[in-house]
């Protein structure tokens, strides 16, 4: 017998502090006048080029963000320093991105009418996990209180949607009636904050969806009417970090590549494409028009870019609300971004309404949700 399932309740985890673009310029130019001056000779000598200012016009023109929120903004903000200050904990204590996780999910079961009882499964599915193992799924599972079964996954800025379309998958077989899907997102960590090109990309969040059996659910509610998932292989998003580091010969101890890095200008050119056409073949699958629907929550990472699929699925440039952004105020919280702007702009739809999640990503991974509103 094949169930019916529904996103009943969603959670978002901000972190106090900010950093404005002001704030992330200013430490920046502090940075590229310190490193220039250090390697005046090599620079003068032509072995060195020499680093370029940013700018508050070129961060909101490149991408349209204005702040982001993080964990921890004194180490960010240091330019001697340029990354969180994140203390260790001990092993007796909730790691961070499982304490992120917790609050997240607490929201999402309050917003359900549910409890930890009530959940059969966890998904920890983010782009970054803060250790191999234990899984910080199972970590989540256990400070919640939830019989069943956790575990971790990765698909990049993909991750929400992929986890979204394992739990459907699990309800619709009948194996379970219920999953929280939980998508902690430390990005500050993994971000180079010293490189032009990407010093401004990315926050820190934490989003939590309940999926349950529709016929559990006790008041509005999103049906899921259809998952997709694709991937298709790219080096131009990579982070090579990883516990082999430290077994290869030519280890260097602040290797670029060991955090995030992009060619922006092929994913863009790449990207956009494919997101397009996986959109509206997974419309035209479903016999779902542009007409029809009333919502697009997309991946927060770049303004241009949900612009552009925006009307490519449209087929017109979105109408104010059909096609929200969040990023303005969280930047690119990787697999986080669609869910914070679904929790945030979805209580409005009207019964039968259609709308669509969608994320993005390394990979290339994109996964799509189409969801219709029923209000119980």
Known sequence: MSHSAAITGTGVFTPEQTITNAELVAT??????????????????????A??????????????????????KSGILDPSVMHPLLRQRTDDEPSLMAE????????????????????????????NMERAYPAVAIEIQELLGIDGFA?????????????IQAATDMIRSGSIRSALVIN????????????????FIFGDVATATLIERQEDATGPCFEIISTRCATVFSNNIRNNNG??????PDKVKDRRDM???QNGRKVF??????????????????????GDLKRLWLHQANKAMNDFIGKKVLGRVPEPGEQPNILQDYANTSSAGSIITFAKYSDDLEAQDYGLICSFGAGYSVGSVIVRRQMG
């Open 28 to 49: 920046f130019n502090a940075y590229a006048d310190k490193f220039n001056a250090e390697n005046a000779g090599a620079i003068a000598a032509g072995d060195q080029v």
């Open 51 to 72: 680093m370029e200012h940013s700018s508050e016009e070129f961060i909101v023109r490149a991408s349209g963000i204005e702040r982001r929120h993080v964990i921890d």
């Open 100 to 127: 992120m996780g917790v609050d997240a999910a607490q929201q999402a079961l309050a917003q359900a009418g549910k409890t930890a009882g009530d959940v059969d499964a966890v998904i920890c599915a983010a782009s």
């Open 151 to 163: 575990f971790d996954m990765n698909v990049a800025c993909s991750s929400a949607t992929f986890g």
């Open 184 to 199: 902690p997102e430390i990005c500050s960590a993994h971000l180079e904050w010293r490189d032009r090109d990407c010093h």
């Open 243 to 248: 516990f082999l580091r430290r077994s290869r």
């Open 259 to 261: 955090q995030f890095m």
């Open 269 to 290: 050119k790449e990207v956009l494409p494919l997101v397009a056409r996986h959109i509206a073949d997974h419309m035209q699958s479903e016999g779902i028009s542009s």
